[in-house]
């Protein structure tokens, strides 16, 4: 007897596999690390101090993820990007040239792995203390009809990776970010901008409408990262605003080309009902950070 599966359990399955296979690939990798310290077979002390200092950045041709590898580079670290296409290995080389990603020397590396293939999934996150999956959704096609499908599919994908870093005993902290804005945001990241607003006129009603500098966006994953070994955990919500009035739907309406009630729909009237969107826990994770970087308790 065969089994039907609908278009949505059969991405949902492919989703799961994809996650799957990159959050394999590092549980192997720190199994492999185990094993080699077990044995006295671990790296010298030299090797060690650069492995400390070495990331790797998933999607680092994309809009967010071009903005972490800066950030990384400014605080000294080594950056892997990992890229799934030879354009993407091509953009990146032209960024470097035209100064749009910071030239430092020895301190790149692009390699090119597709997500279902767990030994080059192992070879990029070899020796790298940490990953950064900015890897982007797609819409699929079992919720695109539904307005809300951006916020629905990046929920399930979320659902399935704690499921399997839990599974596999790996650390994961997620960051949740609003519609990710900055310069040129609606032209450098199109697919995602165009998906999120998809649901603007539903969020602004419910007061779940945020935007985020993506600076801040880049700035909030390494703070998270650094402090995954001391008080970081869990999800974490982070948004610069609240898109809660009239002239702010018009002032980003502004700056995505489009009528204002694309986001605020016809009626500007207050709806009395509407969540509270809280950032509060990244915040104080953050200033904690920037506290401690200048000696105060």
């Not at 659902?159 to 032209?187: Q, R, Y």
Request: hydrophobic letters at 40%.
């Amino acid at each position: 007897m065969g089994i039907v599966r609908t278009q949505e359990e059969e991405n949902e399955r492919m989703e799961f596999e994809d996650f799957r296979q990159t959050l394999v690939a590092l549980a192997a990798l720190e199994r492999r690390k185990q094993s080699e310290e077990f044995k006295g077979l671990s790296s010298h002390n030299a090797d060690v101090d650069l492995e400390e200092k070495l990331v790797c950045v998933t999607s680092g041709a994309s809009f967010l993820g071009l903005a972490i590898v800066n950030r990384l580079l400014l605080r000294g670290y080594s950056v892997r990007i990992l890229v799934d296409n030879q354009e993407d290995v091509e953009k990146l080389r032209e960024m470097e040239r035209s100064g749009d990603m910071m030239a430092c020397k020895n301190k790149i590396s692009v390699v090119m792995a597709k997500p279902t293939e767990i030994q080059g999934l192992m070879e990029a996150f070899d020796g790298c203390r940490g990953v950064f999956h900015t890897s982007a959704f797609a819409d699929p096609d079992g919720i695109s009809g539904y307005s809300l499908w951006y916020a629905l599919g990046k929920l399930k994908a979320e659902k399935v990776a704690w499921k399997i870093a839990e599974e596999m005993g790996i650390k994961l902290t997620t960051i949740c970010p609003g519609l990710v804005t900055g310069p040129e945001f609606s032209l450098r990241n199109p697919t995602a901008t165009i998906a999120y607003l998809k649901g603007a006129q539903e969020m602004y009603a419910d007061g779940l409408l945020a935007i985020v500098d993506v600076s801040r966006l880049a700035e909030a994953h390494l703070s998270v990262f650094e402090e995954m070994n001391k008080t970081a955990f869990g999800r974490y919500i982070c948004f610069d605003q609240v898109i809660e009035r009239e002239e702010e739907a018009e002032k980003l309406a502004r700056e995505m080309g489009m009528p204002a009630n694309k986001i605020c729909g016809d009626s500007f009237d207050i709806i009395p009902t509407r969540f509270d969107l809280s950032n509060k826990k990244l915040t104080n994770l953050m200033s904690r950070k920037l506290r401690s970087c200048y000696g105060e308790s």
